[in-house]
């Protein structure tokens, strides 16, 4: 779905991405790895629009885009952050409405929220609660409920497990497991926690000095020697 060739991009003028290409696939959860400073979340940004690329090209379904955040919602991509996953003064609801902002028809939000609570049953008695009175790992399910709302192709994740205790983490990840194979969405995730993550993913990229230096299956002796190597 979408593609990235020959990436250069950083902040200022200083690169953080060397020459780094990637396809982020439909029906497919990549897993972008790497030690810290590697480019992980700088790739992210620059391929969701909020970096621009110094050079390089970024395709969108083969044809070259120059991204911004709204064209990307637009077209099914949905973000993530790292951190501030909610507004935390805002309740349940107002959180996942925030989706609609760019809808023309926003009368079709309830039915779409009846649908999506049914993959997030922990939020359905909770639509009127302040978001900051949430666990860390029911604000990331309200999250991916804003995300899945708008019935997004693919949603970018940065850190799903930062703030997370260990059980939270691998329930987070197999609900995006499962979001994945009952949805269609494809996931792209940058994350340091690979022991429960990569087991559920389909590909892996580890970056490397701001350079891919993995680029295949989530499994096998190639990524193992290659993760052992990165993250020695």
């Not at 309740?91 to 779409?112: G, M, P, Q, Y």
């Not at 009846?114 to 997030?120: D, G, I, P, Q």
């Amino acid at each position: 779905m979408l593609e990235l060739k020959n990436i250069k991009a950083g902040y200022g003028k200083k690169a953080v991405l060397e020459n780094v290409s990637v396809k982020l696939r439909d029906n497919c959860i990549t897993v972008i790895m790497g030690a810290n400073g590697a480019g992980k979340s700088t790739l992210l940004k620059t391929a969701f629009g909020i970096i621009r690329a110094m050079d390089g090209k970024i395709l969108l379904d083969g044809t070259e885009i120059r991204p911004t955040p709204q064209m990307l919602v637009k077209n099914g991509v949905y973000f993530v952050p790292q951190r501030n996953r909610v507004f935390p003064d805002m309740t349940v609801r107002e959180n996942i409405e925030l989706a609609t902002h760019s809808w023309t028809d926003k009368s079709i939000f309830d039915e779409r929220l009846r649908a999506v609570l049914e993959y997030f049953p922990d939020l359905k008695t909770r639509l009127d609660a302040r978001a900051d009175t949430l666990s860390g790992g029911q604000q990331q399910m309200v999250a991916l409920a804003r995300g899945l709302v708008g019935k997004p192709k693919m949603i970018f994740m940065d850190e799903p497990s930062i703030g997370l205790a260990p059980k939270l983490i691998n329930d987070v990840f197999h609900k995006i497991k499962d979001l994945k194979e009952k949805t269609g969405t494809a996931f792209v995730i940058v994350e340091h926690n690979l022991k429960t993550l990569l087991p559920l993913t389909d590909w892996a990229y580890i970056l490397q000095d701001g350079r891919v230096a993995y680029d295949g299956s989530s499994n096998g002796k190639t990524l193992e020697k290659m993760t052992s190597v990165v993250f020695k």
